[in-house]
């Protein structure tokens, strides 16, 4: 299972780290995301990291803000964004998966998901 934490209300250009605890599976063979969702919106993919820690993609509302970064001997996956904006105040999850091969977006591609962690940003 994904436990999610750290969030929380932060004023207008401040900053939060988000964390993802992982138990019960083989962490390091799992890619691990990050999405959030906004009241009234769709779900929406914020950021990935591949299972071997290498690569990270972004989408576009988080690239020079958000970073995303993993530590597998402690089975966790963080979130650092800074430079918080309003627009980013929304649910934000966590979630793996071990299929490859398919866009880091696609939501059906992972196998697990957080509960999630609330992020509101003040302005």
């Known amino acids: 299972q994904l436990q999610a934490s750290g969030g929380g209300l932060v004023q207008a250009g401040g900053s939060l780290r988000l964390s993802c605890a992982a138990s019960g599976l083989t962490f390091s063979s799992y890619d691990m995301a990050w999405f959030r969702q906004a009241p009234g919106k769709e779900r929406e993919f914020v950021a990935v990291i591949r299972r071997s820690g290498g690569s990270t993609y972004y989408a576009d509302s988080g690239k020079g803000r958000f970073s995303i970064s993993r530590d597998n001997a402690k089975n966790t996956v963080y979130l650092q964004m800074n430079s918080l904006k309003p627009e980013d105040t929304a649910v934000y999850y966590c979630?793996?998966?071990?299929?490859?091969?398919?866009?880091?977006?696609?939501?059906?591609?992972?196998?697990?998901w957080g509960q999630g962690t609330q992020v509101t940003v003040s302005s």
């Open positions: 979630a793996a998966r071990r299929r490859i091969g398919t866009a880091s977006y696609d939501q059906d591609s992972y196998d697990l």
